[in-house]
């Protein structure tokens, strides 16, 4: 399927398109189920819970902008709305990863033996349940290096003028890239492919991955479609992997 097209003819808006189509394959979908239904119950629940809160937290956010930018109102409402989107998408989306990260790599795993006709030899529930503390290490790498980050970020929010108009694109393309390494981790972690590797790797094809993690970021935005968003991204990036990266990372067999 994937693994036979050539690399350099597909970019991260590919990618994220063929998850969509990934996810429905016979075989495929029993993998699904977890990840979805993590995301369904977290991400669901926790948007409906911001919906009911943002009249309350705008008009109090937009307390802060200085007498002399009152008059980018009008911009500066959107861009606080989208912000405020973006952080909050992304931190239960984060939530939900470490939740669901097991399923995820079992996902990514099944799908990746699919689409090249060889599964990996330790693949299976059985493997999965034995490999949890190696993945939940994995997430506190990811963490690690997403944290420091996040909050400076963050801090920029609240530089007048500054933190209400540039930071927000900081922080989308930010996001996109932390998404980007998020669900590429998987196919990259199942081949115990270290985390510093697998970031350096992604930088060598870091435009692609930068289209890839925009579009979870964008669709994680939209509500009830960012229901599905999580095994979508895993399919997606998995495919990625196969064609970009398994024949210089692939463990031997």
């Known amino acids: 399927m994937t693994a036979q097209h050539a690399v350099s003819s597909f970019n991260g808006i590919h990618y994220f398109a063929e998850g969509w189509k990934l996810v429905r394959l016979p075989g495929i979908r029993r993998y699904v189920i977890v990840p979805l239904l993590v995301n369904m119950l977290l991400l669901g629940g926790a948007f409906l819970w911001l919906f009911q809160r943002l009249g309350e937290w705008i008009p109090a956010l937009m307390t802060h902008v200085p007498a002399w930018l009152q008059w980018l109102s009008y911009l500066l409402w959107p861009l606080s709305v989208i912000s405020i989107v973006l952080v909050f998408s992304y931190f239960f989306s984060t939530i939900a990863n470490w939740i669901a990260a097991p399923f995820c790599g079992l996902l990514a795993e099944q799908l990746e033996g699919r689409l090249t006709g060889k599964p990996l030899p330790d693949s299976g529930w059985a493997s999965m349940l034995k490999d949890i503390p190696r993945i939940m290490k994995r997430e506190l790498q990811k963490l690690g290096y997403y944290l420091p980050r996040a909050l400076g970020l963050l801090l920029l929010y609240f530089v007048p003028g500054f933190g209400q108009t540039v930071a927000p694109v900081l922080w989308f393309l930010f996001s996109a890239w932390m998404l980007s390494v998020q669900y590429c981790d998987y196919p990259f972690d199942n081949h115990k492919v270290s985390f510093p590797q697998m970031r350096?790797?992604?930088?060598?094809?870091?435009?692609?991955?930068?289209?890839?993690?925009?579009?979870?970021?964008?669709?994680?935005?939209?509500?009830?479609?960012?229901?599905?968003?999580?095994?979508?991204?895993?399919?997606?990036?998995t495919a990625m992997w196969v064609d970009r990266y398994r024949t210089q990372h692939a463990r031997h067999r």
Do not use: D, E, Y
């Open 200 to 237: 350096t790797a992604l930088r060598q094809h870091k435009t692609a991955n930068m289209q890839f993690g925009a579009m979870v970021s964008l669709f994680t935005m939209i509500p009830i479609v960012n229901l599905a968003i999580m095994p979508v991204a895993v399919c997606g990036a």
